[in-house]
Nanobody
Framework: QVQLVESGGGLVQAGGSLRLSCAAS??????MGWYRQAPGKQRELVAS???????VYADSVKGRFTISRDNAKNTVYLQMNSLKREDTAVYYC???????????WGQGTQVTVSS
């Protein structure tokens, strides 16, 4: 049974930092990543990382956010620096198991950036 457990969200002032973690279990995972959904908006990709370490970032977070993973722990991280109010959203962890069956999602963690 695949499970994704997120942690690390919270309230932070603009310019501050947060680190999200997502511990996955129940499979070996290929791509893992973070998505976010702000009120009234569609869910969007923030960053993803392959098992080999190749990364993709949304243009809006390039240079501010860093995604990383520990394959031995099946854990993916998102270091968020220089946070802006527009980063406020629910952040979801996603993971693709190997062999691929479907994308699994975490329960979401709220990130709120105040001015």
């Amino acid at each position: 049974q695949v499970q994704l457990v997120e942690s690390g969200g919270g309230l932070v002032q603009a310019g501050g930092s947060l680190r999200l973690s997502c511990a996955a279990s129940g499979s070996i995972f290929n791509a893992m990543g973070w998505y976010r959904q702000a009120p009234g908006k569609q869910r969007e990709l923030v960053a993803s990382i392959t098992r080999g370490g190749s990364t993709v970032y949304a243009d809006s977070v390039k240079g501010r956010f860093t995604i990383s993973r520990d394959n031995a722990k099946n854990t993916v991280y998102l270091q968020m620096n220089s946070l802006k109010r527009e980063d406020t959203a629910v952040y979801y962890c996603a993971a693709d198991p190997h062999p691929y069956r479907e994308t699994y999602w975490g329960q979401g963690t709220q990130v709120t950036v105040s001015s």
